[in-house]
């Protein structure tokens, strides 16, 4: 609320109430979802990659240099899905404010509305809105739904990368088969 009071007037008129409601409920409780799963998952994640590096190293330094091969390259995939994906994640928080603020003021004008006969227009501007968050959500939803397989891929691919340099490392007796395994 601090926020929202030092804001200029101009802000305010440059937007609707339910641009700023929605932003104070929706954009806030989005950010506090986040923030509440980022800060375990960072945590955990920190110590699962710390622990699982030592444990590669220890075992040998060759084939964590290969399974790590493929960090690049799922960064780069995730960099790239991500970059299109908020394009479209900030416009479904765009619209969804648009469309608050809409039904807010059909809500709280609903009086004129009716007297000057426009409630087809305010259900026309309604459903263009709601198209727009439609396309925009599902566009969204299907680039980030892309991860989990490119995901999958990119670990399938490391998986069979450490099996045919850990298969040509054995045939050497550089290796073990166990190191195989163990990776």
Known sequence: ???????????FD????????SLVTNDVDTLSQNID??????ITNIITVIG????????????????????????????FVAKFSQKHFKNQQDYLAEINGTIEEMYSGHNV????????????EFNVLNEKLYISNKKSQFL??????IMGFI?????VMVCIVGALLVNNNSISF????AF
Do not use: R, W
């Open 1 to 11: 609320t601090n926020k929202i009071n030092k804001l200029p007037i101009s802000y």
């Open 14 to 21: 440059k937007k609707t109430n339910g641009e700023v409601l």
């Open 37 to 42: 799963q980022c800060a375990t998952q960072l």
């Open 52 to 79: 699982i590096l030592i444990m590669m190293l220890s075992i040998d330094v060759i084939m964590t240099l290969i399974a790590l091969l493929i960090v690049p390259l799922s960064l780069f995939l995730i960099g």
């Open 113 to 124: 509305v009716k007297v000057y006969n426009g409630t087809t227009k305010a259900i026309n």
């Open 144 to 149: 980030s739904g892309l991860m989990h397989p």
């Open 155 to 159: 670990g399938n691919f490391g998986y």
């Open 178 to 181: 166990g190191v195989i395994i």
